[in-house]
């Protein structure tokens, strides 16, 4: 069955103070890792695709990074406005062809001023 | 990235009564759609697979005559809620997607069951 597991569960930084949150998963055939950016009542944002291991993608101060065993969203010099839960999940083919999302737990982040 | 429109965004509504949710992708053509339910401080518990124009695939432990899912278009799928209950009081999320790529998620619905 396929597993995602997210790591720390939550996590609390200092602004400025980096660090990176883990998805650790076990699909096969893997089509797609995404990670996602959820604010207290509403729905998850999009934030990126991974597709192969050694793929790294950008986007301000997240950088997300893949291996074939797990991702990384590193934040680097956070604020408190990346203060947020974040979701990873993954793809993979299911019974019948067809390709169902499998989501973490998630990461609570807070970021102190 | 693209676009799903959820309405309402909050819904009160007494106990017994029906409920309607929609959901759209306003820019892209959605073959799949999602539907999640989420607890407070919980992640994502996905209730039901719709494709356009075929019956829903509902989770297992999922109702399928209380959640009626209808995917009648590329663009609009619909959940209700019917005869609702205080205990169907959750955040409910759809989500959208174009054959295996990455998913889109709405704004969510507040359904409170007085």
């Excluded at chain 2, 892209?28 to 518990?45: C, D, G, N, V």
Aim: with cysteine.
């Amino acid at each position: 069955e396929d597993q995602v597991t997210q790591s720390p569960e939550a996590l609390r930084l200092q602004e400025g103070e980096s660090s990176s949150l883990n998805c650790s998963y076990t699909v096969s055939g893997l089509r797609g890792l995404f990670w996602y950016r959820q604010d207290p009542g509403k729905g998850p944002e999009f934030l990126f695709t991974l597709y192969s291991a050694g793929e790294e993608k950008e986007k301000e101060r997240l950088k997300a990074t893949l291996t074939k065993k797990e991702s990384f969203l590193h934040i680097t010099a956070p604020k408190p406005e990346d203060s947020a839960t974040y979701l990873c999940a993954v793809q993979a083919p299911a019974a019948g062809g067809s390709y169902i999302p499998t989501f973490g737990r998630g990461t609570s982040l807070i970021v102190h001023p | 990235g693209a676009v799903v429109s959820q309405h309402p965004s909050r819904v009160i509504c007494k106990s017994g009564t029906s409920v309607k949710i929609e959901c759209r992708s306003l820019d892209f053509q959605a073959t799949t759609m999602f539907w999640y339910r989420q607890f407070p401080k919980k992640s994502l518990m996905l209730m039901a697979t719709s494709n356009e124009g075929s019956k829903a695939t509902y989770e297992q432990g999922v109702e399928k005559d209380k959640f009626l899912i209808n995917h009648a278009s590329l663009t609009l799928s619909t959940l209700t809620v019917t005869s609702a209950h205080p205990e169907d009081s959750s955040f409910y999320i759809c989500s959208a997607r174009t054959l295996w790529i990455e998913a889109f998620f709405g704004q969510g619905t507040r359904l409170t069951v007085v």
